[in-house]
């Protein structure tokens, strides 16, 4: 059921040098990036947005670099949790920017965490139209639509090819699983979340998704029984690698 942050994409801003609004950017502005930058890293939101603003305000309003300073606002806005302000940098950033997948991809996912479903679905759909093999953005597209139970058959074409772009991630599988449940596949639903355990055994949202999908099949024998029991337990390193073992039997 989870959504995969735009993380993966948005983190890359931190690293992409201040554009060439001026001929030369002076140490100054230079200093108070890298000053913002570690402060994202850091956590202190507060302190990198007030950082990137003063940047911001020595550029060119509608150049490149002050395109690439949005979309820091705008990302550091949305770790933050001030959605409204995020979204608004982002817009920005997305007029200066056209088509850059990152930009429309965080406001994708910052339009999502603010309820936004409708316009959320549709930045994601942006970002497949300029990136079509963006797995995360297929994810939390699948996720979404699975939600509102609107397009159940495109929510799983995008969610089985996320899985099939990063096989290897656990979040992904379970928004297959998710899907799948959704769709009253209860057996597929077991085998994806299975999975997902046993790439995080400690992971209790993964936990509890397999949980869920064993008591709707309604089997409390044998193996079923012993997976649901070692789910319902506190996380420990004795239950992790009990639970571990049970998935093997459940495959």
Do not use: C
Request: aromatic residues 4%; hydrophobic residues 45%; without cysteine.
């Amino acid at each position: 059921m989870r959504r995969i942050p735009l993380i993966v994409l948005a983190l890359s801003l931190v690293a992409v040098p201040i554009g060439r609004a001026q001929s030369d950017p002076d140490d100054a502005l230079r200093q108070l990036l890298d000053e913002g930058n570690a402060a994202v890293k850091a956590g202190q939101f507060d302190t990198a947005i007030t950082r990137f603003q003063q940047v911001l305000d020595k550029l060119e309003p509608d150049s490149a670099a002050a395109g690439d300073l949005y979309l820091r606002l705008g990302e550091t806005n949305r770790r933050k949790g001030d959605f409204e302000a995020a979204i608004r940098s982002l817009a920005r950033a997305n007029e200066i920017l056209p088509g850059n997948p990152v930009v429309i991809g965080t406001l994708a996912l910052a339009l999502d965490s603010s309820g936004n479903r409708a316009d959320a679905q549709r930045a994601y759909r942006a970002t497949l139209e300029i990136d079509p093999e963006n797995a995360t953005a297929m994810n939390n597209l699948a996720f979404l639509l699975a939600e509102g139970g609107t397009d159940l058959d495109d929510a799983l074409k995008l969610a089985t090819r996320a899985v099939a772009l990063s096989p290897d991630s656990g979040p992904m599988i379970d928004t297959a699983g998710w899907v799948r449940l959704k769709r009253g596949e209860n057996d597929a639903a077991i085998a994806l979340f299975a999975d997902a355990v046993a790439k995080d055994p400690g992971d209790e949202g993964f936990r509890d998704h397999l949980l869920m999908a064993l008591e709707r099949k309604g089997d409390h024998s044998g193996v079923f029984g012993e997976t649901i029991s070692a789910l319902k337990q506190v996380v420990s390193p004795e239950n992790v690698a009990k639970v571990t073992a049970l998935i093997q039997g459940l495959k």
